[in-house]
Nanobody
């Protein structure tokens, strides 16, 4: 079983950037699809981005396409989310998640979740 720990959240002004990291423990990381999700207060959790086990395939929610980039370093057991041109509506708790399935946006496909990191974007 892999364990996930997110870091890199914080407070940033609109238009700024942040890079989230998700460190994984366990030897199976390189075989897993990794995803980022977020949940804003009073809203349901939503898909942000996913990356295949090799890093060769990436998928994004329309709301972040062109602004966010997901990547992974299998040698470091880490997945990243580079967030640029941040908007106040990006404010949420961001979670990374692992899936043994091919990349997809459905939360049910992910069976391991981190504890989340808060991202706050001020206007």
């Amino acid at each position: 079983q892999v364990q996930l720990v997110e870091s890199g959240g914080g407070l940033v002004q609109a238009g700024g950037s942040l890079r989230l990291s998700c460190a994984a423990s366990g030897r199976t990381f390189s075989s897993l699809t990794m995803g980022w999700f977020r949940q804003a207060p009073g809203k349901e959790r939503e898909f942000v981005a996913a990356v295949s086990w090799s890093g060769g395939n990436t998928f994004y929610a329309d709301s972040v396409k062109g602004r966010f980039t997901i990547s992974r370093d299998n040698a470091k057991n880490t997945v990243y989310l580079q967030m640029n041109s941040l908007k106040p509506e990006d404010t949420a708790v961001y979670y990374c998640a692992a899936s043994p399935r091919s990349p997809r946006s459905a939360g049910w496909a992910y069976d391991t979740w981190g504890q989340g990191t808060q991202v706050t974007v001020s206007s």
